[in-house]
């Protein structure tokens, strides 16, 4: 019949007053039903057409967002010179880490090594600061933040590590703390080697002592001589 191949438009035409034209205006009212239904569902498969082609535009955006991050984070790991890493919740440091990392601990063997180990590796830290550092961590990350705050006294500022050649490096360190819904997740450690500057200091700190000195020889009068 023209219904079932998709025609919404029939319609039959019965005036005899009997039960016929009932049937007839009930056929008629049902393919009026069909074809509103039909309205329906076309709006219905247009509308998920459009929210499907809506939800695909926002995960390529969101896409191309995280993967310019992405590059922004990888461009500043290469490029920043300080050594930053992470620690995870095992007490391992992660696989991203800024390349000058490697420049001021002298290896390549970071990733995946246990936070005391590669921290402390030639360092002048005796074991039992060591074991409290490695302790207050193990009690901080991937737990609540109020434990970080009662305990982040006992994590180093600076430690200084002794080369294969004797040289010392002088080491500062920021411990920044990465929470989601109050638990710390991560630990992100910044290290800067201010070996050159602790040696400027001194020897701005010689100078100046030695211009005191030379103020007080200067002071003195000839009589005095």
Request: glycine share 4%.
């Amino acid at each position: 019949s023209q219904i079932a191949r998709g025609a919404r438009t029939v319609t039959v035409k019965v005036t005899s007053g009997d039960e016929l034209e009932t049937l007839a205006t009930s056929f008629n009212d049902m393919v009026l039903d069909l074809a509103e239904s039909d309205r329906q569902i076309a709006k219905a498969q247009s509308d998920l057409e459009a929210l499907n082609q809506g939800l695909e535009d926002k995960v390529r955006e969101r896409t191309r967002e995280l993967k310019t991050k992405t590059d922004d984070i990888n461009t500043m790991l290469q490029n920043i010179h300080q050594g930053i890493f992470t620690i995870l919740p095992d007490l391992t440091i992660h696989h991203e880490y800024s390349a000058h990392l490697e420049v001021i601990c002298g290896t390549h063997n970071i990733a995946g090594r246990g936070i005391k180990e590669f921290l402390f590796e030639d360092s002048e830290v005796g074991a039992d600061v060591q074991h409290m550092v490695e302790t207050c961590l193990a009690n901080c990350v991937d737990e609540h933040i109020f434990n970080l705050e009662l305990n982040a006294h006992l994590l180093l500022g600076s430690l200084v590590r002794v080369r294969p050649n004797g040289t010392k490096v002088h080491l500062e360190i920021d411990w920044n703390e990465i929470v989601e819904d109050d638990t710390v997740k991560k630990m992100m450690v910044t290290l800067r080697d201010v070996t050159e500057l602790l040696q400027l200091q001194a020897q701005a700190e010689e100078q100046r002592r030695q211009l005191m000195i030379i103020g007080q020889i200067l002071a003195i009068s000839p009589n005095q001589l």
